[in-house]
């Protein structure tokens, strides 16, 4: 798995889909400034959950399964 981010090895195709889709619409806003700022906003939103992911795995792996 190396080299994988933590996106493509947790995200489902719908999820996936839907994040390539979100990224194109943010690139087809026509003011400067709005497109900046939504990726902006979006790339910073996509790092915090993927730490968030990575720490819950972490966790996950420390404690014993119980159903």
């Given amino acids: 798995m ?3 981010t933590i996106w493509q ?3 489902t195709e719908g999820a ?3 994040k390539e889709q979100l ?3 943010i690139g087809r806003l ?3 400034t709005e497109r900046a700022n ?3 906003t979006y790339s910073k939103l996509m790092m915090f959950m993927a730490e968030d992911i990575e720490r819950a795995l972490k966790i996950a792996a420390q ?3 119980v159903l």
């Fill in 38 to 40: 939504l990726g902006h």
């Fill in 63 to 65: 404690q014993p399964y």
């Fill in 2 to 4: 190396a080299g994988l």
């Fill in 9 to 11: 090895m947790v995200l």
């Fill in 16 to 18: 996936r889909l839907k």
């Fill in 23 to 25: 990224d194109r619409e």
């Fill in 30 to 32: 026509k003011d400067p």
